[in-house]
């Protein structure tokens, strides 16, 4: 089975062909670092009018990189959510009239669920249900993946993301675009006990998530401090951060088969590491995608778009894309203006 693969949901235009054997076939990617480095984070106008540009050709790129041609796909997946909304239907508009003109099943996918699923691609041994934490720019949750289409969400942010605070503390420090792999860097060359910064919501037994308060104090303490000293700390604490949360859930998740990371600050060595020793301290494999199956790309949208596929789940031409869209919409509602469900 093949299935081709369209991401489209923020500054990455990607398309990918993969095999429900777990092959990529081919995987093509466009960056716009460029054209939103000047902005200091992703202007969503810029970003659709790339993937109007990028798309068609990054598809038939694809195409010829695995030998195939469109006959030869046997169903489209395309991410119809959450996201940037012009981009994410910039994409799925493009998946709907493939679909149509060869006459191929389409399968729309949630981006989270993109994420959730990716350590299967690459780690055949990894079953249901695992513990996720799902950390990117833009969420940052605790789920048990339950299987396809089935998540239980046990925590999530309730005001920002893990990755956002990561953007927006590159920019505060001067660190440059993408912020998450500039302020990894700086911190290397820092003291990661260097500067006195919180760590919200630690030790309180409070399952959810909060970093605005620490993004906050970067922010008062930009320029007294050194710049690599402020980026280990700010790293260390939201590390301190994610081990404590996830701690919790490891206990409300009886029967997690492992623990699992995934999304763009699954990419962040630091976060790596210590929740490669949470997980051995409670005898779970720990189990992590590749580097450049973290951030976004179009093979773990093709592999959502193959689970799905089998497990005989498509969907209809009309179907909307969406700016939100929950993994677990049945999930007790959190308190705070800027919860990402």
């Not at 395309?78 to 508009?93: E, R």
């Not at 003109?101 to 990716?118: D, F, Q, R, W, Y």
Request: glycine content about 10%; proline content about 7%; aromatic content about 4%.
């Amino acid at each position: 089975m093949l299935i081709l693969g369209i991401e489209s949901s923020c500054d990455e235009t990607a398309a990918a062909l993969v095999t429900d054997r777990r092959e990529i076939r081919a995987h093509q990617l466009a960056r716009q670092d460029a054209a939103h480095r000047p902005f200091g984070g992703v202007v969503p106008e810029i970003a659709a009018r790339a993937h109007v540009d990028m798309l068609e050709p990054l598809i038939a790129a694809a195409l010829d990189e695995a030998g195939v041609t469109l006959a030869d796909v046997d169903a489209i997946a395309a991410t119809a959510g959450p996201g940037l909304i012009g981009g994410v239907m910039v994409g799925l508009v493009t998946g709907k009239a493939l679909a149509h003109a060869a006459g191929k099943p389409l399968v729309a996918v949630n981006h989270l669920e993109g994420h959730a699923l990716s350590p299967r691609l690459t780690d055949p041994d990894l079953h249901f249900p695992y513990l996720l934490l799902l950390v990117s720019g833009g969420h940052c949750q605790l789920l048990l993946v339950e299987g396809v289409g089935a998540y239980r969400r046990l925590a999530t942010t309730i005001d920002d993301a893990a990755g956002e605070a990561f953007d927006k503390t590159a920019k505060l420090l001067g660190l440059g675009f993408p912020g998450g792999p500039a302020v990894e860097r700086a911190a290397a060359q820092g003291d990661p006990h260097g500067v006195p910064l919180p760590r919200p919501l630690v030790g309180s037994g409070e399952p959810h998530f909060s970093f605005a308060g620490l993004k906050s104090d970067v922010a008062r303490k930009a320029g007294k401090f050194p710049v690599a000293d402020l980026a280990a700390s700010f790293q260390q604490a939201v590390v301190d951060c994610l081990v404590d949360r996830t701690r919790i859930a490891l206990a409300a998740a009886a029967g997690a088969t492992a623990l699992v990371v995934a999304g763009g600050v699954a990419a962040n060595g630091a976060v790596r590491t210590a929740l490669a020793g949470l997980a051995a301290d409670h005898d779970l494999p720990f189990i992590a995608p590749p580097l450049w199956l973290c951030t976004d790309n179009a093979a773990m949208i093709a592999w959502a778009g193959a689970e799905r596929f089998a497990a005989g789940l498509t969907d209809p031409l009309d179907i909307a894309a969406r700016p939100r869209w929950p993994l677990d919409p049945d999930a007790e509602k959190v308190r705070g203006a800027g919860v990402k469900a």
